[in-house]
């Protein structure tokens, strides 16, 4: 049971203490005994106890609006929460995607740096390569120059 209902179902049995309706104690045992709601049971008190006396019942209908009211202030303030709660979660989601995204942009960067520089190297070698053809030219051009002569001159002298 809750504690409102609790609290509920007692201040309407001091009021059928206060009224002399003690006879209705009994039927309430039954109702309880038989595992009626107690929203139904409180009801059916409330209405017995209506016809005999109305300043009571006011100021019970009036302590049920205000735990009413606080019940469900603080449901609105549980939701208020949750809500908090969730949008604190979606912003630290996003706030994880943004990093993952600026982590990727990043690692292309990189390999976009590493790809220049691997074209870079390769240009060098390239480069390199080209230098020593031409050296490895210029090195062997006496050597065939001096081939060459040599050739003309055993061909027509000889």
Same mark, same amino acid.
């Given at each position: 049971?809750?504690?409102? &209902?609790?609290?509920? $179902?007692?201040?309407?049995?001091?009021?059928?203490?206060?009224? &002399?309706?003690?006879?209705?104690?009994?039927?309430? /045992?039954? *109702?309880?005994? $038989?595992?009626?709601? *107690?929203?139904?049971?409180?009801?059916?008190?409330?209405?017995?106890?209506?016809? &005999?006396? &109305?300043?009571?019942?006011?100021?019970?209908?009036?302590?049920?609006?205000?735990?009413?009211?606080?019940?469900?202030?603080?449901?609105?303030? $549980?939701?208020? =929460?949750?809500?908090?709660?969730?949008?604190?979660?979606?912003?630290?989601?996003?706030?994880?995607?943004?990093?993952?995204?600026?982590? *990727?942009?990043?690692?292309?960067?990189?390999? =976009? /740096? $590493?790809?220049? =520089?691997?074209?870079?190297?390769?240009?060098?070698?390239?480069?390199?390569?080209?230098?020593?053809?031409?050296?490895?030219?210029?090195?062997?051009?006496?050597?065939?120059?001096?081939?060459?002569?040599?050739?003309?001159?055993?061909?027509?002298?000889?």
């Amino acid at each position: 049971m809750l504690p409102l &209902q609790l609290l509920l $179902l007692l201040l309407l049995l001091l009021v059928l203490l206060q009224q &002399q309706l003690l006879l209705l104690l009994p039927l309430l /045992l039954l *109702l309880l005994l $038989l595992l009626l709601p *107690l929203q139904l049971l409180l009801l059916l008190l409330l209405l017995v106890v209506l016809l &005999q006396l &109305q300043i009571l019942l006011l100021l019970l209908l009036l302590l049920l609006l205000l735990l009413l009211l606080l019940l469900l202030l603080l449901l609105l303030l $549980l939701l208020l =929460l949750l809500l908090l709660l969730l949008l604190l979660l979606l912003l630290l989601l996003l706030l994880l995607l943004l990093l993952l995204l600026l982590l *990727l942009l990043l690692l292309l960067l990189l390999l =976009l /740096l $590493l790809l220049l =520089l691997l074209l870079l190297l390769l240009l060098l070698l390239l480069l390199l390569l080209l230098l020593l053809l031409l050296l490895l030219l210029l090195l062997l051009r006496p050597y065939y120059y001096v081939y060459y002569y040599y050739y003309v001159y055993y061909y027509y002298y000889y």
